[in-house]
T-cell receptor, first 112, second 114 residues
Framework: DQQVKQNSPSLSVQEGRISILNCDYT??????FLWYKKYPAEGPTFLIS?????DKNEDGRFTVFLNKSAKHLSLHIVPSQPGDSAVYFC???????????FGSGTKLNVKP | DSGVTQTPKHLITATGQRVTLRCSPR?????VYWYQQSLDQGLQFLIQ???????AKGNILERFSAQQFPDLHSELNLSSLELGDSALYFC?????????????FGEGSRLTVL
C-alpha cells in the first residue's frame, strides 16, 4: 500500500525556470514531510522539511508547500539550475518518527 | 558526507547465501533505519532501531533480521538469498529527539545475488 505517491516519474525544465515537483499522501496521521534529493551512486540527501502545522517553508531556492486538506505537498525550485538534476523523493512520517514513508521519486532534468 | 558509514559498498553473492550489511550512524544519533531500494523504485522501509531496541518494522522479510549494538552501530542480516533480494540497501540515522526527524543516509550497500 503506497501511502506516499509521486505520480510524475520524470520532469524536464529549462535552466532558470521554476521546477514544481508534486507529492500526494493518503494517511492523515502524517505529521512531518520531507524532500530528499538523490544523485546516482549516492545516498539520498535531505533538502527541506515541513511540519503539519505550517503550510509553507522556504530555504533559499527551495520552497515546500503543504495542503493538508488535499493531502498534497509540492517542492518549488526557483530558479532551476543544471546541478539540480537528480531524483527527488518526498517522504512523510507520523509525529513519533518511527517510520518514514517515501514516494517512488521524480527524476528532474534541468536543461542548460 | 552525511556522517553515516555503510559497508560493504558492493557485494556479489549467490542464491541461498547469507550476508551481513553494516551501518555506523552519525555521532550522537540514536536511531537507525534500514531501507531497500530495488531497481529505480522508491525506498521501502524495513526496520528501525532506537538506542538498541527495535522500534518499528516495515515490509521486512522473515529471512532478514537486524540489530543495533551498544555502540549504536547496526547490522542487517540477509539469509537464504534470492535473486529478488538484489537491491540497494540504505541505512539512515536520526537524532529524533530534536523534534525534526530528518534522516541522514549512508551511500548504500549494493547487493547483487546471482
Amino acid at each position: 500500500d503506497q501511502q506516499v505517491k509521486q505520480n510524475s516519474p520524470s520532469l524536464s525544465v529549462q535552466e532558470g525556470r521554476i521546477s514544481i515537483l508534486n507529492c500526494d499522501y493518503t494517511n492523515s496521521m502524517f505529521d512531518y514531510f520531507l524532500w530528499y534529493k538523490k544523485y546516482p551512486a549516492e545516498g539520498p540527501t535531505f533538502l527541506i522539511s515541513i511540519s503539519s502545522i505550517k503550510d509553507k517553508n522556504e530555504d533559499g531556492r527551495f520552497t515546500v508547500f503543504l495542503n493538508k486538506s488535499a493531502k498534497h505537498l509540492s517542492l518549488h525550485i526557483v530558479p532551476s539550475q543544471p546541478g539540480d538534476s537528480a531524483v527527488y523523493f518526498c517522504a512523510a512520517s507520523p509525529y513519533n518518527f518511527n517510520k518514514f514513508y517515501f514516494g517512488s521519486g521524480t527524476k528532474l532534468n534541468v536543461k542548460p | 558526507d552525511s556522517g553515516v558509514t555503510q559497508t560493504p559498498k558492493h557485494l556479489i553473492t549467490a542464491t541461498g547465501q547469507r550476508v551481513t550489511l553494516r551501518c555506523s550512524p552519525r555521532s550522537g544519533d540514536l536511531s537507525v533505519y534500514w531501507y531497500q531500494q530495488s531497481l529505480d523504485q522508491g525506498l521501502q522501509f524495513l526496520i528501525q532501531y532506537y538506542n538498541g531496541e527495535e522500534r518499528a518494522k516495515g515490509n521486512i522479510l522473515e529471512r532478514f533480521s537486524a540489530q543495533q549494538f551498544p555502540d549504536l552501530h547496526s547490522e542487517l542480516n540477509l539469509s537464504s538469498l534470492e535473486l529478488g533480494d538484489s537491491a540497494l540497501y540504505f541505512c539512515a540515522s536520526s537524532v529524533i529527539d530534536r523534534g525534526h526527524g530528518e534522516l541522514f543516509f549512508g551511500e548504500g550497500s549494493r547487493l547483487t545475488v546471482l
